[in-house]
């Protein structure tokens, strides 16, 4: 039997992710997954591949929105990050190559993540109004997504991590991979193969392998990266296809539902 174990949000691009029992299913991925990002003084979108800092700031539910602390900076009081901004400060940011219309977040917020950073920072948000797609070679539903990658979600099996960090001289944890849905049962990377799948009642589509990168390397807590390039390292020697290190599956939905931690997981068709 097959069951969704982990839900994972990621309110903020790039920083910690916030474990749910709950979310909601809307046509850019979990409700609130992504809708904020930070960007430089130049608005270019800002990951853990180039400042792997990022993972030392930590995410944490609140009422109406998130508090955000720094792992390693108890003199930085906690900064409370509403769900969503108001369209009083606007701007265009670039994430990848796209062009992304914005709200920007308060000048707090700004200021604190500024001082976290070392840098200047600006804390734009997503509006409902914004229209951003999915890849166009695998979208010919229209489908759109938030300030994630390309897809709205990703889709991890308990078992493909067991398998790898049986290879592994140190164990991993899930969180490397930053998946949204997590699921239990089946031999590892059974989901290569699957094109629909169904958790609860609510129907997916797997589209594609998701190409890890170098935040795989990057440790959650620390923000210490892997010295010996693992777990990308190992994987490579096993799940490389071409020039890419697979891990994971890309996976489109329906724009509406409810997921809950323990839905039963039933796939519908194959490749």
């Not at 609860?200 to 589509?205: I, L, R």
Request: net charge neutral; proline share 7%; charged share 20%.
């Amino acid at each position: 039997m097959l069951t969704l174990t982990q839900l994972f949000l990621y309110p903020i691009k790039s920083l910690g992710g916030v474990a749910v029992a709950e979310a909601e299913v809307t046509a850019r991925g979990l409700r609130h997954d992504r809708r904020w990002l930070l960007v430089d003084a130049q608005n270019q979108f800002l990951t853990q591949r180039q400042h792997p800092e990022l993972a030392l700031l930590a995410v944490a539910p609140a009422h109406n929105g998130w508090l955000l602390s720094h792992r390693q900076r108890p003199e930085l009081l906690p900064l409370f990050i509403p769900f969503e901004a108001t369209p009083e400060r606007t701007l265009f940011v670039t994430i990848w190559d796209d062009l992304v219309w914005a709200w920007r977040g308060d000048a707090v917020a700004d200021a604190w993540l500024s001082r976290a950073l070392g840098r200047e920072i600006r804390l734009v948000y997503m509006s409902d109004m914004v229209r951003r797609d999915v890849e166009p070679e695998h979208n010919p539903d229209g489908q759109i997504v938030s300030f994630a990658d390309a897809y709205p979600f990703l889709l991890i099996g308990e078992a493909a991590l067991a398998d790898l960090n049986q290879r592994l001289p140190t164990p991993v944890p899930m969180n490397r991979f930053r998946p949204s849905l997590v699921f239990s049962g089946g031999p590892a990377y059974d989901d290569d193969a699957w094109a629909e799948f169904r958790v609860g009642d609510v129907p997916f589509q797997a589209v594609k392998g998701c190409a890890r990168c170098v935040l795989t390397t990057i440790d959650q807590q620390t923000a210490a990266k892997s010295p010996q390039g693992e777990p990308l390292r190992t994987l490579a020697t096993y799940r490389s296809i071409g020039s890419k290190v697979m891990f994971g599956q890309n996976v489109t939905g329906p724009g509406h539902g409810h997921l809950r931690v323990g839905d039963a997981v039933t796939v519908l068709s194959r490749q």
